[in-house]
Structures are given as C-alpha cells and as structure tokens.
C-alpha cells in the first residue's frame, strides 16, 4: 500500500476514535456518515433520465403466440449517457414496456439492437443429467439476437415517450 494511502486511511481511524471518545460528537458522527452514505448511493434511480418506450411485437402481422422477451443492447450512448441494456416482458397480446432502470421507465437516449425471445417449449436440463434438451424457439432464429434481426432504435436526447411496432415472420 502507498505511504499516502496509509496515512490517509490512518488519519480516518483517528478521526473515528475521537468521535467515539465524545459521546456528544456520536450524532454529528452518525449524521456525517449518513450524509456520505446518502451521497454514495444516491436517492434511488440511476439519475439519467430515461425516455419511456412502449410498443407491440405480432407474428407474421397476426396474433403473439406466448409471452417472451424483448431485449434492447446498446450501441452508442447519446452524450453524457451511460450505455445501458433494457428489456421488456412481452404480453399474449404483443405489448410490453421497455426497463431499464424501474419497471416501465424506458431506454436512456443512444442507439440499440433489438431482439426478442419466445419459447413454445423452453430449453432444459436432462432429467437424467445428461445435459441440455433443445428448446423449440416460437421465433426464427434471426431475431433471436440484436446482431442478426435489422432491428435498430433510436431514442433522442429530450425525445417525447416512443412507441414501436415489430413485426416478426413466420418460420
């Protein structure tokens, strides 16, 4: 450890005894490291401002066939922005609202690849441990991944609420 460091950390012990030697100074101490506390973590939330994005998924421009999962990965982060996935529940009826932070609260200004997960009979373990059975995907495999599906958002800084509508081919 640095010789800077050890002081500094010894300096910060001294400090602790002498407010524990006073026990008039114990409140003061408790309501400094409340305060520092309360500075560290912040007052919940992440303090970037998000942009609420809702929308709709169908299959084959009909009905969703089961709830899935909508996933937003990002791949620039509008300045001043901190990259940062998302991702909703889609319901049986396709809408679902996109998280980031807080249920619902949306995407923060940048761009994403968007893909979307939806099992007719989900991927498991053997039961006899033999490994891994395939699951049967509701959705081809393209829009599986942000990489390969074309599905690319944009939200801008100080943009109003966003509503999308993708639309995915049958197999």
């Known amino acids: ?60 421009g009909g009905p969703w066939p089961a709830t899935a999962t909508i996933q937003f990965s990002p791949l620039s982060a509008a300045d001043g922005f901190p990259l940062r996935p998302a991702s909703g529940n889609v319901q049986l009826d396709g809408a679902f609202k996109v998280t980031s932070f807080e ?40 829009y599986r991944s942000g990489k390969t599906s074309g599905w690319i958002v944009e939200v801008p800084t100080g943009s109003g609420p966003l509503e999308l509508k993708y639309d995915v081919p049958a197999k």
Not at 22 to 38: E, F
């Open 103 to 142: 249920p619902g609260d949306g995407l923060l200004p940048g761009k994403y690849e968007v893909s979307v997960e939806c099992w007719k009979s989900p991927p498991q373990m053997s039961p006899t441990g033999g490994g891994m059975i395939d699951g049967q995907s509701a959705v081809p495999d393209k």
């Open 1 to 60: 450890m640095p010789a800077a460091t050890l002081r500094r950390y010894t300096v910060s012990l001294e400090w602790e005894a002498s407010i524990a030697m006073h026990p008039s100074s114990r409140n003061l101490g408790r309501g400094l490291v409340a305060v520092i506390l309360l500075a560290l973590t912040g007052c919940g939330g992440s303090g970037a401002k998000t942009v609420p994005v809702k929308g709709v998924v169908t299959l084959a």
